[in-house]
């Protein structure tokens, strides 16, 4: 059944549209807030659709990124875990949250830039990151650094792939778009059932 060829298609024509830049900015910056679709949906559809500008998509996805998550940061702060908490929660990111306490306890700010850089709910840890901080303002500076390398290194990674497969990658991944979104689906399916039952 090929139902990612057609979204494939519809992002590719979003990519080339004269405002895309200014669209790539807006959801990257509340991808780090609220917003459940990551980056990447966007990022590597507009880096296909024109490589010369490709790394500086990547800039504009990380700058903005970074924003949106000190704005989850002091989001957290104002709130504090007796509010942010349930919103997690009602938003089916209670377990992660939990998670993410455990982690900031043990590992500290270098949760945030394994989060900025691998595929998980960045947003949850940059609120986490406020709600849990003892110092916020000293906490600052810390969650900001991390947050722009791990940001950075996954979207200039993202930029770097699709530049060095050029043409041929845009090809090869048209032809097999539908194969890979249905393999995601199973791998994310398959995720949840382990997370969950084991």
């Known amino acids: 059944m090929k139902i990612f060829s057609p979204i494939y298609e519809s992002c590719l024509r979003w990519a080339k549209h004269k405002h895309a830049s200014y669209y790539l900015g807006i959801m990257s910056f509340f ?5 459940p679709i990551p980056v990447d949906v966007m990022l590597a559809p507009m880096c296909l659709s024109r490589l010369e500008k490709a790394w500086r998509y990547a800039a504009i996805a990380t700058i903005t990124s970074v924003l949106g998550g000190v704005v989850g940061y002091f989001i957290g702060v104002a709130l504090g875990a007796s509010v942010v908490e ?18 900031f306890a043990a590992y500290g700010v ?20 406020g709600a849990l901080s003892l110092s916020p303002m000293g906490d600052l500076v810390p969650f900001v650094i991390a947050s722009f390398f791990g940001r950075a290194g996954r979207f200039y990674l993202v930029a770097y792939l699709l530049v060095l497969g050029g043409e041929k990658m845009e090809k090869k991944l048209h032809q097999m778009i539908d194969y890979i979104g249905w393999g995601v689906v199973i791998v994310a399916i398959v995720g949840y059932l382990m997370y969950k039952y084991i």
């Open 31 to 35: 991808e780090s807030i609220i917003f």
């Open 110 to 129: 270098l949760m945030v830039f394994i989060a900025g850089f691998a595929p998980i709910p960045y947003k949850v840890f940059t609120i986490s990151a």
């Open 86 to 103: 349930p919103f997690l929660i009602d938003w089916g990111f209670g377990a992660a949250y939990d998670k993410t306490k455990v982690w």
